[in-house]
């Protein structure tokens, strides 16, 4: 029986069978009707035996390798027969370069793919192990689990891949001698074959799911869906080694579904996008949403002219007219992902380009850097990689001297000037000082999308695409660049390296946040160094306030970044297992993740020296891309660099102990003081406070006078700055309006970035300054990525007026908020 979670308060159920069978690629086929709000097709998955049940053939023998009580028997070499249809449009001796379409190859059967991730074993989510009994499995027959929810599912069948044109070449394998006469064990031989073919025949691989995919059904299966799962049999087949390996699913989506969001863009135009929804793609299609199923995917995307479909795929894909008013779009990635980093955007986008030769020059100089010698001799060290097999950018000579990737920047009409202005320019720049820090991208290119004002965080990365919020673009290029920073720094950590156990965010949160300083240090070439570092202990101080805040006021279990401990990435039998709080809709707007994992880097990094810990850096990127991690493989391969340090007590098990099992603020960071006080970024700042706290009470103590605005002298301030005066001035019990109409006159706050407005409108709430209230309702309007706790602010206050504007402003998002969002502000407001 399917357990019965409520999808907003527990733990997130991985419900496929990933150790009985292993989804290795994907084809999509969809339309996309913006009139009824679905998407509509069908999904072709491709799968091998998994780990705990497979089948190996070799040496003219096949050999059962299961716990299954079955009987492995030893059969005579015989030649197969299988009709063939058309064979001569598409011959066995086809090359590799006369296929078409571009693809890739993925591995098929290694060590690494038996290593599941959060397995935290629910009561309840053991459907699949009832029909598969191991130790009596009876007459019962094998179930195929998937991962899926909101989805109408109409149909599924297993493919006839025995049938495609040319497909005979993969039965002549030496492999493939003994294999038995059954139709349906020679299809499944076949797609071993195709899905464990060598990286250097990948088109020839992608050329063949293609055709797989557009094989004909030969026989439905049963099929029945719950709340979190589609499981899937054929009646007679109790081993998942005989289940077909090629099945096509049609369904279609649920307006309601919780992947995608249906809204209307800045220009007020229809689009929909994955917007990074606690449930991943299951509600987009039927998958396996464990990290360790690493697979690869292709889709075809129909939709009607005029929309551009964006989607993370490493080619820059063109739209086909396949009839009047009709458009298709065709992406695929070569790379094994989870199928949790799968993205697409289908909106009236525009691209936005150069316009000048001026910005071409400037982007042109922007991206020569140097690479540190210790870099230097790791980027031509030839290594093995260690992951499954696929076409390496790390092998690639060429993709090694590639500082910035192909890349381009799409927005909705209204915003494409603001993007022109600073985003446009900036994504080179970070680029390359990412190269220069951590050496070869990952992926070979990358599009930049402003997505609705609905998006609920300021970033999301994926592979080939990263989403920003239209709250980046005003106020200057810092919030822009440092967010831009840190969503590229996802391309290394959350996604070339991705964390085995998803309960573990901090694997990938606390590196991206640690290296965004990094990356837009670099990225900043005019600055000099004492500058840069001023910078970096001003932000390390903004995030120490923000962090002691956090532990202060969420509940403890949140607040540990392991919180299975010494059961971290542990794998349950049939590999179903639930993350741990993923369903908290409270969670995705918590930052402890990023904080004290970037506290704890900063710390190793401050031990250590900033030199010798990048070189670790580098070198773990180039041990681990392309493969799933826990936090002992970093901390462990980085103490073995610097034994001197553990000689000095510092071990895995003490910084388990210290910063990633236990909740609140690590002890060490309590221990190191405020090093940030000796700060003079953060000096001045205190001096301008104080200027403003004395100037308060002399309009307080003589209200009758106006104070004269020549009288005090206020300094220009940075972003951070600005954002570290207003916490500093929330802190003050009155603040009277005519200083709160001052502090938005000087330093002209509506125009600053939203980090400075945020914190603009919590002391316009705070002192009830009605002036102000527009300001708050632009912002809950234009920044839903931030405003969710603002409407908790107005509430608290008990204002009459303030809890009348907060119903207001969430009457008018409330139909595109996203579901955790609207929960969470509702639940504040009734």
């Known amino acids: 029986m399917e357990p019965q979670l409520d999808p907003m ?74 009709p063939m249809i058309n064979v001569s449009t598409c011959s066995s001796k086809t090359e590799c370069n006369d296929f078409a379409v571009s693809g890739k190859e993925e591995e098929a059967t290694s060590d690494g793919n038996s290593n599941h991730s959060n397995n935290e074993q629910a009561s309840g989510i053991s459907s699949s192990k009832d029909c598969c009994d191991i130790e009596d499995h009876g007459n019962k027959d094998f179930l195929l689990v998937l991962d899926c929810c909101d989805l109408s599912v109409l149909k599924v069948e297993e493919l006839d891949v025995a049938a495609v044109s040319g497909i005979e070449k993969f039965t002549r394998s030496a492999k493939l001698t003994v294999v038995s006469k059954e139709l349906e064990n020679i299809r499944n031989q076949i797609v071993h074959e195709l899905v464990t073919l060598p990286a250097d025949r990948w088109k020839e691989q992608l050329y063949y799911f293609t055709h797989c995919s557009q094989a004909a059904g030969c026989g439905e299966l049963l099929f029945s869906t719950g ?81 551009v479909v964006l989607m993370s795929g490493e080619n820059s894909a063109e739209p086909v007219q396949l009839r009047e008013g009709i458009l298709s779009w065709y992406y695929y990635v070569s790379m094994p992902m989870p199928a949790s980093t799968f993205t697409i ?48 950018r790390f092998q690639n000579p060429a993709a090694r001297l590639q500082a910035v990737i192909p890349y381009r920047v799409f927005a909705p009409w209204c915003l494409m000037e603001s993007c022109e202005e600073y985003l446009l320019q900036l994504v080179p720049q970070c680029l390359s000082a990412a190269y220069a820090t951590l050496g070869t991208h990952p992926f070979s290119r990358l599009d930049v999308l402003i997505v609705p004002s609905n998006f609920s965080s300021l970033g999301m990365a994926s592979p080939h695409i990263i989403f920003l919020s239209q709250s980046v673009l005003p106020g200057g290029s810092h919030l822009c660049g440092t967010r831009l920073c840190h969503e590229i720094a996802h391309a290394w950590f959350g996604l070339a390296i991705g ?11 606390g590196f991206a946040t640690f290296l965004e300083d990094i990356f837009w240090a670099r990225a900043q070439q005019q600055l000099p160094h004492d500058e840069i570092k001023e910078q970096q202990e001003l932000k390390a101080l903004l995030r120490w306030r923000r962090l002691r805040d956090e532990v202060q006021n969420s509940e403890e279990e949140l607040q540990v970044l392991r919180p299975k ?42 031990k250590i020296g900033e030199v010798s810990y990048l070189a670790s850096l580098r070198k773990f990127v180039i041990k681990f891309h392309g493969q799933l991690v826990l936090s002992q493989d970093f901390l462990s391969m980085l103490l073995e660099d610097i034994p001197k340090q553990k000689q000095s007590g510092l071990t895995v098990e003490s910084i388990f102990q210290n910063w990633l099992d236990t909740s609140g603020i690590p002890k060490p960071l309590l221990e190191e003081g405020e090093t940030w006080k000796e700060c003079q970024l953060v000096q001045q700042v205190s001096g301008e406070v104080t200027k403003w706290i004395q100037t308060n009470r002399r309009i307080r103590k003589s209200s009758k006078k106006k104070m004269k605005q020549d009288e005090v002298v206020f300094q220009q ?57 527009g300001d708050i309702e632009r912002f809950l309007r234009e920044d839903q990525a931030m405003g969710v706790y603002l409407y908790g602010e107005l509430m608290v206050n008990e204002d009459a007026k303030q809890q009348e504007l907060a119903r207001k402003c969430f009457a008018a998002a409330q139909e595109h908020m996203d579901a955790s969002s609207a929960k969470v502000v509702a639940e504040m407001l009734f």
């Not at 023998?61 to 197969?80: H, I, L, N, V, Y």
Request: with cysteine.
């Open 9 to 82: 308060k527990d733990d997130l159920p991985l419900m496929a069978n990933t150790s009985y069978m292993l989804l290795k690629h994907y084809v999509l086929d969809l339309d996309v009707d913006f009139k009824s709000k679905v998407i509509e097709g069908s999904i072709v998955l491709f799968f091998e035996t998994g780990s705990q049940y497979r089948k190996t053939i070799s040496a003219g023998k096949e050999c059962c390798q299961s716990q299954f009580d079955e009987t492995c028997k030893m059969r005579a070499s015989e030649p197969c027969h299988i």
């Open 345 to 392: 955007a289908v909106g009236c986008w525009q691209e936005v380009k150069q316009q000048s030769l001026k910005q071409k020059a400037a982007i042109g100089t922007s991206t020569e850097f140097s690479l540190p010698s210790s870099q230097t001799d790791l980027r031509w060290h030839e290594e093995i990689c260690g992951h499954v097999e696929y076409p390496c």
């Open 227 to 307: 709340t979190w799962s589609l499981e899937i049999r054929k009646s007679g087949i109790q081993s998942p080694a005989d289940f077909p390996h090629a099945i096509r699913i049609w369904y279609k989506t649920k307006p309601e579904g919780r992947s995608v969001t249906w809204t209307t863009d800045q220009s007020g135009r229809p689009c929909v996008y994955t917007m990074g929804s606690p449930i991943n793609n299951r509600a987009l299609f039927p998958c396996q949403e464990p990290p360790t199923a690493l697979s690869t995917w292709q889709a075809s995307v129909r939709t009607a002219a005029g929309f």
């Open 565 to 606: 401990k010494e059961n971290t990435g542990e794998v349950s039998e049939s590999g179903a297992s639930v993350v741990k709080y993923g369903l908290k809709a409270e969670k995705i707007f918590m930052q402890v993740h990023y904080l004290k994992g970037y506290f704890l880097l900063r710390s190793l990094a401050r």
């Open 717 to 773: 301030l940075l972003p951070d700055q600005l954002v570290l005066l207003l916490e500093f001035l929330l802190e003050e019990k009155t603040l009277c309006p005519r200083i709160l109409q001052c502090l938005e006159r000087t330093y002209q706050l509506q125009e600053q970035d939203a980090e400075v407005r945020h914190r603009w409108c919590e002391l316009v709430i705070k002192h009830k300054y009605e002036p102000g209230y």
């Open 499 to 509: 964390a085995r156990d998803w309960t573990e965010e901090w694997i990938s949160e």
